[in-house]
């Protein structure tokens, strides 16, 4: 019954391989985040979801691709791993859109998180 | 783009001792969120606040949503071992995109029994 399911919890990798995380919800929500949190804890937003198309692209390296192929689902698949991709990377989502979704659009659920660990 | 100022970055209190946090921000956020990360697990949303002056609690936890709505504090009253963890506050702006948070840079909070 987990709201924000993450597969897998830790990934060990080594430099160059591709490697990809995935995300499912079952909470019926129409919007899916990445976020990176790194050593330092802060928590930086990498991708958005709203059913299947993509709304917010952060300046990421072209190295990592998201894809949803359903709105219950968010996959992250990164290329040529690189040492600096080494953090935990958090799956989220949210009721709606914005406005449109009402107040608890905003109101972000969290997956519990894959530890990259690139060697 | 948009930042949220978040203080202190940890405290070390004794049980049951009350516990203060805020943030604050150069622009105006139309929501303000309190999250609890516990170690090895996601972010857990603790209150959320939509409107200026908002007084929310939820148990032991109060926070307010400032007036300007350029602020936001969270307060644990009779803090014990299990608050251990760190708080991030995150805003949705009027500037920014609908879809997304900013999220502060979070508070370690470290409770001795």
């Known amino acids: 019954d987990t709201a924000v399911s993450q597969t897998p919890k830790y990934l060990v990798t080594q430099m160059g391989n591709d490697k990809s995380i995935k995300c499912e919800q079952n909470l019926g929500h129409d919007t899916m985040y990445w976020y990176k949190q790194d050593s330092k804890k802060f928590l930086k937003i990498m991708f958005s979801?709203?059913?299947?198309?993509?709304?917010i692209n952060e300046t990421v390296p072209n190295r990592f691709s998201p894809k949803s192929p359903d709105k219950a689902h968010l996959n992250l698949h990164i290329n040529s791993l690189e040492l600096g991709d080494s953090a935990v990377y958090f799956c989220a989502s949210t009721p709606g859109t914005g406005l449109a979704g009402g107040r608890s659009s905003y109101e972000q659920y969290f997956g519990p998180g894959t530890r990259l660990t690139v060697t | 783009g948009q930042q949220l100022n978040q203080s202190p970055q940890s405290m070390f209190i004794q049980e049951g001792e009350d516990v203060s946090m805020n943030c604050t921000s150069s622009s105006i956020f139309n929501t303000w969120l309190w999250y609890k990360q516990d170690p090895g697990e996601g972010p857990v949303l603790l209150i959320a606040?939509?409107?200026?002056?908002e007084l929310t609690s939820n148990g032991r936890l109060t926070a307010q949503f400032g007036i300007t709505r350029k602020d936001s504090f969270l307060n644990i009253s009779a803090s014990i071992p299990s608050d251990v963890g760190i708080y991030f506050c995150a805003g949705q702006g009027s500037g920014g995109s609908n879809y997304k948070l900013t999220f502060g840079k979070g508070t370690l909070l470290t409770v001795n029994p």
């Open positions: 979801y709203n059913n299947k198309e993509l709304i």
């Open positions: 606040l939509y409107k200026a002056g």
